[in-house]
């Protein structure tokens, strides 16, 4: 089966630094997405890791372990605009369909 | 701006009805999306488009149907609603590279069932 696991919510204070983790089980598995989400708004697409290891997009960093079937989103310096749902959505080539978003994890920023 | 368009932005109606969203994908994808997310829930994935035909099925009830046209825009029917149905339906189209996919999301269709 296909199974998705990431924390309901994070809370952390401006300039500090956050990791959200994720676990996935799929079958066909290619790759790692993370989105964001503001409220109210549309999921934007922030990184993703097709291989083992951690890619770096600014404040953003994210990390994948294939053999853990695991992975990370770690935002630095925090910023009050940060605050958002963050998904990280497996992406596979089996099944249904190809990408699964689950609830998301809602980042508050406080001041 | 994603280059996604979706219309309505917000859609009010009532129970049993029948209501159309629109969504036009970026120039060039062929690929179309459609997500339903409810309040505080995450994206569920009901149905995907390529190139006119239909791709795959995710949680999409029979009640619901769509398809993409000739000029790549898709529209999402919605019958018989009910209250639960209520919710932000999205659209996205994507670009596939060597590196995998990238959505890409419209601005979603609020919908609300009275």
């Known amino acids: 089966g296909q199974s998705l696991e990431q924390p309901s919510e994070v809370t952390a204070v401006e300039g500090a630094i956050v990791q959200i983790n994720c676990t996935y089980q799929t079958s066909g598995f290619y790759g790692l997405s993370w989105y964001q989400q503001h409220d109210g708004g549309a999921p934007t697409f922030l990184s993703y890791?097709?291989?083992?290891g951690l890619e770096e997009t600014g404040r953003f960093s994210s990390f994948l372990s294939r053999s853990d079937s695991y992975g990370y989103l770690l935002l630095q310096e925090l910023q009050m605009k940060d605050s958002a749902s963050y998904f990280c959505a497996p992406y596979h080539t089996s099944g249904t369909y190809k990408y699964i978003f689950g609830t998301g994890t809602r980042l508050k920023v406080l001041a | 701006d994603s280059g996604v368009t979706q219309t309505p932005k917000h859609l009010i109606t009532a129970t049993g009805q029948r209501v159309t969203l629109r969504c036009s994908p970026r120039?060039?994808?062929?690929?179309v999306y459609w997500y339903q997310q409810s309040l505080d829930q995450g994206l569920q994935f009901l149905i995907q488009y390529y190139n006119g035909e239909e791709r795959a099925k995710g949680n999409i009830l029979e009640r619901f149907s769509a398809q993409q046209f000739p000029d790549l825009h898709s529209e999402l029917n919605l019958s018989s609603l009910e209250l639960g149905d209520s919710a932000l339906y999205f659209c996205?189209?994507?670009?596939?590279?060597?590196?995998?996919?990238?959505?890409?999301f419209g601005p979603g269709t609020r919908l609300l069932v009275l």
């Open positions: 120039s060039g994808d062929l690929s």
């Open positions: 890791n097709g291989l083992d």
């Open positions: 996205a189209s994507s670009v596939t590279t060597g590196l995998g996919e990238t959505q890409y």
